[in-house]
């Protein structure tokens, strides 16, 4: 479950869920941009569309670079110890971004996407369910517990072996 092989596969289907979901996010505003300055009528589900998927973006995209481990990070620390420390470091990081992603984005995520749920809320609209679109919160929060517990054993097992 936990494997390198498992984890590029996951990197490369969100990779290609990423770059589908920004094409069709180019796509969406370029049309907002014609229909309202080419044929002035400009279309009325555009915005709230793109704003949705730039939701979706932003929460599978900060999954997919913490998965990489290209997150934004202050180092002064971490480049002035030994290596054995780099590695407790590390995982004492790890352990600081999995709590994150369970107690915000997966408990809080679900409690927003039950409490849209049970409200009915929809979108203005497109009359989508916005326990649809706020989903992809816990779904990302998953995502990153689980490139956490992949980085976590690779440190423990691999970095401890050499």
Same mark, same amino acid.
């Given at each position: 479950?936990?494997?390198?092989?498992?984890? =590029?596969? =996951?990197?490369?289907?969100? /990779?290609?869920?990423?770059?589908?979901?920004?094409?069709?996010?180019?796509?969406?505003?370029?049309?907002?941009?014609?229909?309202? $300055?080419?044929?002035? %009528?400009?279309?009325?589900?555009?915005?709230?569309?793109?704003?949705?998927?730039?939701?979706?973006?932003?929460?599978?995209? %900060?999954?997919?670079? /913490?998965?990489?481990?290209?997150?934004?990070?202050? *180092?002064? =620390?971490?480049?002035?110890?030994?290596?054995? /420390?780099? *590695?407790?470091?590390?995982?004492?990081?790890?352990?600081?971004?999995?709590?994150?992603?369970?107690?915000?984005?997966?408990?809080?995520?679900?409690?927003?996407?039950?409490?849209?749920?049970?409200?009915?809320?929809?979108?203005?609209?497109?009359?989508?369910?916005?326990?649809?679109? $706020?989903?992809?919160?816990?779904?990302?929060?998953?995502?990153?517990?689980?490139?956490?517990?992949?980085?976590?054993?690779?440190? =423990?097992?691999?970095?401890?072996?050499?």
């Amino acid at each position: 479950m936990f494997s390198p092989l498992t984890k =590029l596969k =996951l990197d490369k289907w969100i /990779a290609h869920l990423l770059v589908i979901l920004m094409a069709l996010m180019v796509l969406n505003v370029t049309w907002q941009v014609v229909s309202r $300055y080419v044929f002035q %009528s400009p279309s009325s589900f555009t915005d709230e569309l793109s704003r949705y998927m730039l939701i979706w973006v932003g929460m599978l995209g %900060s999954a997919y670079v /913490a998965g990489k481990n290209e997150h934004l990070a202050i *180092d002064i =620390l971490l480049t002035r110890i030994s290596e054995k /420390a780099q *590695d407790k470091l590390m995982i004492l990081i790890n352990c600081c971004v999995l709590i994150f992603g369970l107690v915000v984005m997966v408990i809080g995520g679900s409690n927003l996407v039950y409490l849209t749920y049970v409200l009915e809320q929809k979108s203005a609209v497109l009359q989508i369910p916005l326990a649809y679109i $706020y989903g992809i919160i816990p779904f990302s929060g998953l995502l990153v517990i689980y490139y956490q517990l992949v980085g976590i054993k690779f440190l =423990l097992t691999v970095k401890a072996t050499v």
